[in-house]
């Protein structure tokens, strides 16, 4: 025990905190097989920016939020026509909402162009966009269904 480095007695080989000192992992040394750190080309270029279409997020955010809640509040209302118009609100709302879900991306390609790699990375997801043109379609029905029967 008396050869071996950090022995539990020994607390001239321990830092602050208990961690031992002297050989850590990162440095490059003679008995390794590899250089610490994989080596790579420095960035070239501007930086990319992270933050780049939090307004817009925002915004979007805020608007689904003022029409579900304005569309709750009239369907809560008494007379029947605040009521249709609550619906349609709330209708409004969950279509702008499913409608951002799958396509809020800046600097992407709704329309696959040709040499480009035809998955999502590149384009908008079209999944969305249908269901939210159908549940327009269907709310519009109901709308007129409603304005039929309740008025």
């Known amino acids: 025990a008396a050869g071996r480095r950090g022995a539990p007695a020994d607390g001239r080989n321990l830092r602050s905190r208990g961690v031992r000192g002297g050989r850590g992992l990162d440095p490059a040394t003679a ?10 080309a420095p960035p070239t270029g501007p930086a990319p920016r992270r ?11 805020i608007a689904i939020g003022v029409m579900a809640s304005a569309g709750v509040w009239l369907v809560l209302r008494p007379r029947t026509f605040q009521v ?26 709704p329309i696959v162009k040709v040499g480009v790699a035809a998955d999502l990375v590149n384009y908008s997801d079209p999944l969305p966009q249908s269901l939210v043109l159908t549940a327009i379609v269907i709310g519009f029905a109901t709308t007129a269904l409603f304005l039929v029967v309740l008025l």
């Open 31 to 40: 008995d390794r097989h590899r250089p610490p750190v994989a080596a790579r």
């Open 51 to 61: 933050r780049e279409g939090r307004l817009m997020e925002v915004v979007i955010s």
């Open 84 to 109: 249709l118009i609550g619906l349609t609100l709330l209708s409004y709302a969950v279509n702008l909402f499913i409608f951002s879900v799958g396509s809020l991306a800046i600097g992407r390609e």
